[in-house]
Structure formats: structure tokens, C-alpha cells
């Protein structure tokens, strides 16, 4: 395995970004990729979220593009990404490690000014980073020409296939040059997404550094076995007892997100949301104010957060079992990141028993179980058992009143009315 960035045969300059961006060592996924990448070989990369994959991808494209020069509304790359905030996130990772050099960017994204993205275009960039919907408007209304793409990324392909995307994708990519080099980079090879890789790649290497869906070693995992009811309040128990510096906090369901944030607000909690529904400069600022630190737990659903790297967060809260076993290894993908240690929560109700059984079945190893104090919605065996006996004794009670006799003799039918419960006003 390499040791340095250097051995990669990266520029000086590119280096030097690095450096000063604090890395010192390439991780397994970037060491096995750029080589490939910088000698123009289409790649296939598998590697779950926190293996350090988008500048995998990124400092060997800056290597590539730079010293050559965009045409107006002709981009000469494009990375697709599945949501805005990981589109963002790769354009972060341009700027950080593109500092030494002269290329430029733009971003396509719903959400925001279509006419401030146009005249980026019409300026000329090098790397155009995209969510499909939008590319595909831009491109209909001629605000766009896709004959010059040399490189295509296509991110996340696993989320694209969750969200719908493999349409738009290959949509795109009959658009584009067929002289140019294709990177697919996904956490799990589905039938669907092998089918797209056959289809626009050409003879492509690939490399992966882990087992798809596998968990990080660096992540302490653990289980609260709690009903609805008490959910809110084995959370906050939690979330006291933990040193948490700051957390993502995971629910299914969009509607949950906001009352949810209500309830952290009114335990004194600094908390925010985030969800599709909400506009994208609100989107934008909650995530800046988290990754700043000014908002401590981010309470979102798995299509806002996917991808998103906040580096140092120590703590995540699966507030809901996720219905998908993916999703759970991509949650807890926000903690224990680049070496880190982090923790991860899952709460769940008797009714998520079988979502539970997916994800250890997915991740090939049972969840640590724990008791939180004051919060034990999940009864002990001793509980059910005496909540089973007094249910049996009813039902007995039930049949016996059933099959009392009347006094006068006439024992061919049963007792009608109120039996001992007889309302006063006829007593």
C-alpha cells in the first residue's frame, strides 16, 4: 500500500494543496484509484461513505484538467451527484485542493438562482458538478453543450438507484463523447447498477477497500430496545449521559424531523432540521451553522445527509430503525471518520423487529444491547410474563360471568345486562 501522496505522481503543486489541507497519507480507496485514474482507465470504485473516496476522484481530475482550457457553456468534465448537499461537498473539495491551480467549477443544483448558473456557464468551467434533474433542464433549454466532457463521475450510484436516477443517468451519458473516461463510484454493485457499468464504461478496473455495507471498525455500535411512547425521552437520556460533542439524528419519516427538533428545543437543546422540503439557502445555512458548530444536533432524513462529511462528529442517533439495512451503514458512516473514534445509537420499537434483523444480517454481527435509565419502554421477561398472566386471569373472569345461570331456575340461557356492574341510577 502507498505511503505518501507523493509515490501517487502527483504534481508539486497539487502537493502542496494537499499539505496544506492537512493530509499526509493517501487512504486504501485513493491509493488503488488514482494510479488508475491518472493513466485514463475508466474505474469502478467501491467503497463505503468515510473511506476518503471524493478526493479519490477529485485530485487526479485536477491533475488531468489542469494547463487546458473551458469554452463557453462547453464544460470539459462532469461529476453527477444525487442530492445538493454532496454536490456541494465536491465543489468544497475542489476549492481545498484546486488552491494552486486555475481551473474552475460550477454548480448545477435545484434550489437555487438558475439564471446565476447559467452565466456560470456561459463564462466556460472546467468541472461542472451536478444533480441530474437540473443538468438535464439546463441542457434542454440550450444553456449547455455536453460534447467536450472528458471525464464523467458518476457519485453515490447506489443513492442514484435508490432516488430514481438511473434514467436520467443514462440519459446523460448517451449525451456525452464516447472517447471519454467514465469513473462509477458506489457502496454496493446492485444488479442495476452492474447493467450501467457494462453499458458506458469501457473495460474498466476495479477497486475496492472494503466489503460492500460493511461497518467501520472505528464505530462502538449500540441498541435501545424502547416502545413509541418513550422514544423522546430514551433519546434525551441518552444524549445526556454521552459526552456529545455533536450528532446527526436519523428519523424515516420527513414529519418527524420538525416536531422532533421541537422537542430538543424545549429541553434546551441546540438543534436544527434538515429535509428535502426545506428551501436550499435554508438547507445550505443549517448545514454551514452545523459543520461551524453553532448547531449541535442535526436532525435530518437519510436523502438530506447522504454524503455529507463533517469531520470530527462523535455521536450518531438512529432515531428510527432504517427500513433499508444500507441506509444504517451510511448513517453511522457520519462518525468514526478518517481514524476517529465515534458512537452510534439505534433506537428501536417492537414493531422495527424486522428491520433490525436486516441490518444485522447486513452487517454480519448483533448490536450491542443496553438499558438507559428512565427509559425502559421495553418490558423484562419477568413484566411480560406477569402482564400475560393478569391478561389470562381477565379473560377466565370474562368466561366465568359469561357462564353464570340465573337464579330462577331456568338455566338455558346466560345472564343479560350489566352483571355486577350495575350503574347506580338503577341500583
Known sequence: ???????????????ESIAACGYTKPTPIQAKAIPHILMMRDVVGLAQTGTGKTAGFTLPMIEILTGGRAKARMPRSLILSPTRELAAQIAENFDQFGQNSKLTKALLIGGSSMDKQIKNMERGVDVLIATPGRLIDLFERGNILLNDIKILVIDEADRMLDMGFIPDIEKIAGLLPVTRQTLLFSA???????????KFLSNPREVAVSPPASTAVTVEQFLVKTDKRSKNKVLGQIIKDENVKNAFIFCNRKRDIDSLV??????????AGLHGDMAQNIRTETLEEFKSGKIKLLVCSDVAARGIDVQGTSHVFNYDVPMNPDDYVHRIGRTGRAGEKGRAWMLMTPAEDKFLDAVTK???????????????????????GNLSQKKENKQKDYKKKKSH????GDDSSDVKGFGDDVPAFLR
Do not use: C, V, Y
Not at 405 to 408: A, C, G, I, Q, V
Open 405 to 408: 345461570k340465573r337464579d330462577d
Open 1 to 15: 500500500m502507498t505511503d505518501s501522496f507523493e509515490e501517487l505522481g502527483l504534481s508539486p503543486e497539487l502537493l
Open 188 to 198: 454496493t454493485m446492485a444488479p442495476e447498477i452492474k447493467k450501467l457499468t457494462e
Open 262 to 271: 421541537g422537542w430538543l428545543k424545549k429541553g434546551g437543546h441546540n438543534a
Open 362 to 384: 447486513r452487517i454480519g454481527k448483533e448490536i450491542e444491547e443496553k438499558t438507559i435509565k428512565g427509559g425502559e419502554a421495553q418490558k423484562s421477561k419477568t413484566d411480560q
